[in-house]
């Protein structure tokens, strides 16, 4: 038996939670699995959810916290910390989604063999305009430079990184639904007397936002049972509040949304907008389908992956807000019987391309491959 050791922050719970649970439940005599969670304070997680989480389905825990910016050099601390419990617990295998930006990694030779690590890298390259792109590129292509086992998420972003990276051992499998508990029945919509559009997540430039604002402004001169819900944390709204030309047909739910309040925004809604100008995977598209919302998407290739246009959802040219338009005003006059169609369609999209166990299995099936003679 194998010990493997999830090492996850915060920002990555809710990707590596089924996954852990699963693969604790399904490959008990193939792995010993220990979770070692670091929680950054950002709120979306409580440490009660997890310890009840972890008793709930019998898996062993390690919890630590790490207050402070990254950026301070104190935190170099907390990494010599995180190093020595797993230098101590002397793991076959880390798998390691927390990256440990800045110091962890750099350290790491003092304490623990590369070989032992699967990194899971998720941006092979960074997204258009990402805040502190170049350190986050940096850091990024240090860890894919320097280690050998990884995981990565998507297709396209496999070609991109065998392309940047040769002779590297790599898994790809994708991101599993996330759920964030049950949809309130009673908030439920039932009928499709207006259309809700909604935007959810984080709001970034490479988001795209602008061009379902855009989009609505010209459907907005013809249509009025249609509404657009935006909500999400964002460091420059008034950039995106000044191109809203009719506010009346605008929900406006700016700033942080926390994991309680997921489920009433999409029971409230009929499409999911993603308008991207870049993408490698989506955990808001995850998210979305765990609830089985149909979702707008740019033609972009990892949204190619999970979305047939027409017939489990729509795609449109990226960074056109016209036939962002179009796609819209076909959901608009989509009556309920056709809507009902879409849904049973990406249902049975869900239940073939997004299976719980086959995913799990592909982590077991590259587990057994890591070295586990290092020293």
């Known amino acids: ?14 990707v590596d939670m089924p996954i852990v649970k699963e693969m604790n439940a399904s ?4 792995f010993n699995i220990t979770w070692m969670v670091v929680l950054r304070g950002y709120g979306w997680f409580k440490e009660d959810e997890i310890n009840t989480f972890c008793k709930q389905n019998n898996v062993n825990l390690i919890l630590l916290e790490q207050l402070g910016k990254l950026k301070n050099p104190l935190s170099i601390f907390f990494h010599i910390k995180v190093l020595k419990i797993l230098k ?33 890298i ?3 390259v960074q997204h258009y305009k990402m805040k502190n792109y170049m350190a986050r590129t940096f ?28 002779n590297k051992k790599t898994f790809c499998t994708p991101l599993y639904l996330k759920d964030f508990g049950e949809l309130k029945e009673n908030n439920r919509i039932t009928d499709k007397k207006i259309t809700y559009f909604l935007f959810f997540g984080i709001i970034r430039p490479n988001k795209g936002l602008d061009f379902l604002i855009e989009a ?3 459907l907005g ?8 819900v935006v909500a999400g944390k964002c460091d420059e709204w008034e950039v995106y509040d000044k191109q809203i030309e009719r506010p009346e047909q605008f929900t406006l739910k700016i700033g942080n949304v926390e994991t309680d309040e997921v489920p009433d925004l999409l029971s409230g809604t009929h499409f999911l907008v993603l308008p991207y100008r870049d993408v ?3 955990g808001v598209l995850l998210t979305s389908y765990n609830y089985n919302i149909p979702i707008i998407a740019s033609e972009l290739e990892w949204f190619t992956e999970y979305i047939e246009d027409g017939s489990t959802g729509y795609l449109f040219e990226s960074e056109n807000a016209a036939e962002l338009a179009k796609k819209m005003e076909i959901c608009i006059n989509l009556d309920e019987v056709g809507y009902d169609s879409l849904v049973d369609n990406l249902k049975t999209f869900i239940a073939k391309a997004i299976n719980i166990k086959d995913i799990t299995q592909e982590y077991a099936k590259f587990f057994e491959t890591v070295n586990i003679d290092s020293k």
Not at 94 to 112: E, K, V
């Open 280 to 282: 490698t995977q989506s």
């Open 221 to 228: 001169k013809r249509y009025d049972n249609f509404h657009v």
């Open 216 to 218: 609505a402004n010209t």
């Open 139 to 166: 850091y990024n292509n240090f860890l894919m430079k320097t280690y050998d086992n990884f995981h990565i998420f998507s297709e396209n972003q496999l070609k991109i990184f065998n392309e940047k990276f040769k």
């Open 1 to 14: 038996m194998r010990n493997v050791i999830f090492l996850t922050g915060e920002d990555m719970l809710d």
């Open 122 to 124: 998720h941006d092979v």
């Open 27 to 30: 490959n008990s005599n193939q």
């Open 88 to 120: 101590k617990l002397n793991p076959d295998v880390i798998y390691d989604s927390f990256a440990g930006t800045p110091f962890l990694h750099f350290l790491r030779p003092l304490f623990l063999s590369k070989e032992k690590f699967v990194i899971a």
